[in-house]
């Protein structure tokens, strides 16, 4: 059997275990999806494939057991969900017919944010098609996550970018009760920047994570929503070695600015990554150049807006899966 | 009389009546509900046709107008105090509001002007600027029931408004707004109309007695209820409040003192100097506010209190539903009858 397996992969194909069979991926950016859409999952699972369908952790479906000269038919059955789900929101992909034409960078994950979730500050599907389509089709290895706020359903602080909803509490002391709620919330729930006062309210603004958890508990709309604002987080990971959670780099920073700030962390990956390597992790780049070179590249031109905060520096600690030193 | 108003008829008259009132009515602010991506409707002022929300029912009432959240009565120095009363040259108001919400005041007017021999000063002097521009429903909302209240009608408006298709038909009744109605407007036949029917009715319980005390009712709403107090603060005939010393942090020797709304439903509501709390359970609480406002309200005024706009159904973050609530007791005062 002959099969270019370099092609097979650009093509977002896995190369399986089982010989002469692929698995096909299907992007979900966002993982939110039209329910239709599900129909040519299925048929593609129950024709070219095994009939079962595995959603990953990045939130795409795999379609596995396809036979290689089956390649064809899936493209064919997979155009329509190309053209609608990915050309349709904007995305450049001149080919549906063709399949997706790479597999960079992966599946952009988020929780259901703002569209479902009380707790949600951002519309996190809409900002991942965002990024899909300024960034795809690409040729780097960036995992992007969006959480629709400070709880992180999306576990984007085990991504190499994680982008965390924020909102700015106003407060209108004409409205307050002085019931405490949102103090008291804040203090339990979120992280203690409220503080009672003469039966007031006072926010510290370098506590407050932008949960918007105050405004949800308080009665009155004394606490009501002001503009959107995104934290973003880097450097975290899974893997092998050396398994981390992301830091925070930048909070109340807007929205372009993170669309710049991922395009420049792109350049910079290009430019210092080990090309000895087929890809690697961000994490591991920022550890060799510093986070000083990081920081000066990716913010170069970008304009993060009047409220935005940028990490002074970043202890990473995370731990080290080293055998030889810590199991006996 | 009857009018007729264009749209742009109708925007001159509020200029005009602006020079004269401020003017408050239902209004939509976009993106500051709750949560994200949600409206707000909720009173503010007003100077435009556009701006009005005819067609939407608001989170909070206007109670809030004429009893602000937070009020201060006096200023004081070590020494002495200055009184508070809003000025005599504030302009009188103009308040769009529906026919529950007319009769939601009035049950403010009770228990502030006309219980016991003191009349509330503060609720009075705003209570005496306010003009009601009654809003015609033509629709009732999913929680609304106040034809079981009684309190779908009223004629306590000076002028009564329905918009349709951008036209607005009015009844002028207080001979004030006559002269500058009729500047703007056409004569119509104007006949104002009341919401017959709603989607719930409610068997308002005849009477209640302490039998209903022990129930286990109580228990399963003390399950459900987070205390948020959500519930009391958009109700139009709520009207508690509680006083605030504040001494000003700059200098402790002056402050003020406030009323602020305060809750039966919210922690603290019951605390008494020596750390005892009355009504520490939730489900105390809730029976304490459905007792309110279906019995002892009613015994000492001879209106039921609860005038069914439903805000409190549409509020609850525990989707507990007072009309519900009312229907259950209806059915417990039965229940406990037969016996
Ligand atoms: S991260 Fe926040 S917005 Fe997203 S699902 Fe969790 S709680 Fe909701
Ligand atoms: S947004 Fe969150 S962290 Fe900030 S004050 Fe409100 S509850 Fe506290
Ligand atoms: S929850 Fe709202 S009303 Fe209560 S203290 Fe906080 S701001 Fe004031
Ligand atoms: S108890 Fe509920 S339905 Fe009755 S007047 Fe108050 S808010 Fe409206
Ligand atoms: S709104 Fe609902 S949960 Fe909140 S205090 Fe009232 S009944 Fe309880």
């Given at each position: 059997m002959s099969l270019n397996t370099k092609a097979i992969a650009k093509n977002a194909y896995f190369i399986s275990k089982h010989r002469g069979r692929v698995t096909a991926r299907v992007r979900v950016p966002g993982g939110h999806l039209e329910a239709r859409h599900l129909e040519i999952i299925k048929e593609i699972a129950e024709r070219c494939g095994n009939g079962t369908v595995h959603l990953t952790a990045r939130q795409a479906f795999a379609i596995p057991g396809i036979p290689a000269e089956k390649i064809p038919e899936v493209r064919k059955l997979l155009a329509p969900y190309i053209r609608e789900a990915e050309v349709g929101m904007g995305v450049n992909l001149p080919d549906p017919e063709g399949g997706f034409p790479v597999p960079l960078p992966p599946n952009v994950l988020a929780c259901i944010g703002s569209r479902d979730c009380v707790f949600g500050n951002i519309d996190t599907a809409e900002l991942a098609q965002k990024i899909e389509r300024t960034f795809y089709p690409g040729s780097t290895l960036l995992k992007i996550g969006v959480a629709g706020c400070a709880n992180d359903c999306a576990k984007v602080h085990m991504q190499d970018v994680g982008i965390i909803g924020m909102v700015e509490p106003l407060y209108d002391p004409a409205r307050c009760i002085g019931c405490e709620a949102c103090v008291k919330n804040c203090r339990r729930a979120a992280s203690g920047a409220l503080r009672a006062e003469n039966y007031k309210v006072a926010r510290d603004d370098l506590r407050c994570l932008g949960c918007g958890e105050c405004v949800l508990k308080c009665p009155t709309g004394a606490w009501s929503r002001g503009a959107k604002y995104y934290r973003l987080v880097i450097g975290g990971r899974t893997g092998r070695k050396h398994p981390r959670a992301a830091r925070t780099?930048?909070?109340?920073?807007?929205e372009e600015a993170v669309i710049q700030v991922i395009a420049n962390i792109l350049a910079y990956i290009e430019k210092h990554r080990d090309k000895t390597l087929p890809k690697e992790h961000l994490g591991y780049i920022i550890d060799r150049t510093g986070y000083g070179v990081f920081k000066q590249e990716v913010l170069a031109g970008v304009n993060l807006g009047p409220r935005a905060k940028v990490a002074k520096y970043i202890n990473f600690g995370g731990y080290a899966y080293d055998k030889g030193v810590q199991l006996t | 009389m009857g009018y007729l108003f264009s749209a742009d008829a109708f925007n001159s008259l509020l200029a005009e009546l602006k020079t004269r009132y401020k003017i408050f009515a239902p209004k939509i602010y976009r993106g500051k509900g709750r949560t994200a991506g949600t409206d707000l409707v909720a009173y503010g002022e007003a100077g435009e046709l556009a701006e009005i929300a005819f067609d939407r029912k608001t989170a909070?009432?206007?109670?809030e107008i004429i009893f602000p959240v937070n009020q201060t009565m006096f200023y004081f120095t070590k020494e002495e105090f200055q009184e508070n009363l809003p000025p005599k040259e504030d302009k009188d108001m103009i308040i769009f509001l529906r026919a529950c919400d007319i009769n939601g005041i009035e049950r403010m007017d009770a228990i502030l002007l006309q219980n016991g021999p003191y009349r509330d000063v503060y609720y009075e002097k705003l209570r005496g600027k306010a003009r009601f521009f009654l809003i015609a429903c033509d629709q009732s909302w999913e929680s609304c029931f106040c034809v079981s209240t009684g309190s779908n009608r009223t004629e306590n408006y000076s002028v009564y408004v329905r918009e349709e298709n951008g036209q607005v038909f009015c009844l002028v009744k207080d001979r004030d707004f006559e002269e500058i109605f009729s500047k703007y407007g056409r004569p119509a036949d104007v006949e104002p109309r009341f919401i017959e029917e709603n989607k719930i009715r409610v068997r308002l319980p005849e009477e209640i007695d302490q039998r209903v005390f022990g129930h286990k009712l109580w228990e399963e709403y003390a399950a459900r209820c987070s205390a948020c107090g959500r519930c009391t603060v958009c109700c139009p005939t709520c009207t508690c409040f509680t006083i605030q010393d504040i001494f000003y942090r700059d200098n402790p020797d002056c402050g003020e003192r406030r009323r602020v709304w305060a809750s039966c439903l919210i922690d603290g509501f019951t605390d008494m100097a020596a750390g005892v709390s009355f009504r520490a359970g939730y489900g105390e609480r809730l029976r304490f506010r459905a007792m309110h406002k279906a019995a002892d309200f009613k015994k000492r005024f001879g209106l039921f209190m609860c005038v069914g706009c439903g805000r409190c159904d549409d509020a609850c973050p525990e989707y507990i539903s007072f009309s519900k609530c009312l229907n259950r007791l209806s059915e417990i005062m039965g229940e406990v009858g037969q016996r």
């Open positions: 780099f930048l909070e109340w920073a807007g | 909070f009432s206007p109670k």
